[in-house]
């Protein structure tokens, strides 16, 4: 068996089902992997925020580890946006229950 015979991606879907479904158990049977794999991939995914590999020179990791800053602090940015529209229709749903339905 190699190293990577599954994908990041095929592991990041696998970490999402497990998350979504809350029974790693399952998902493992589901897709014929053992569990302690996923249980490991789940450790890394904690760690380190991904599945994927680090590189392994210094300069490399470190950039590396820059790019994936840089993409979580945008992918935040993004859901703070979309929090922020949430609010505000919530609100907008408040005021016109209101207006139609006074106390």
Known sequence: MTR???SDEFKEQIIRECQETG????????HEISSN???TWIRKYRQ??????????EAVRAKALEQRL???SQQ???????????????AILREIRD?????
């Open 37 to 39: 794999t996923i249980h």
């Open 4 to 6: 990577n015979k599954y």
């Open 70 to 72: 840089k993409e979580v």
């Open 99 to 103: 207006l139609k339905n006074p106390h």
């Open 76 to 90: 935040n940015d993004q859901l703070k946006r979309l929090l922020a529209e949430k609010e505000l229709e919530l």
């Open 23 to 30: 029974n790693v158990a399952l998902v493992a049977r589901r």
């Open 48 to 57: 380190q925020g991904s599945v994927k590999s680090l590189p392994r020179g």
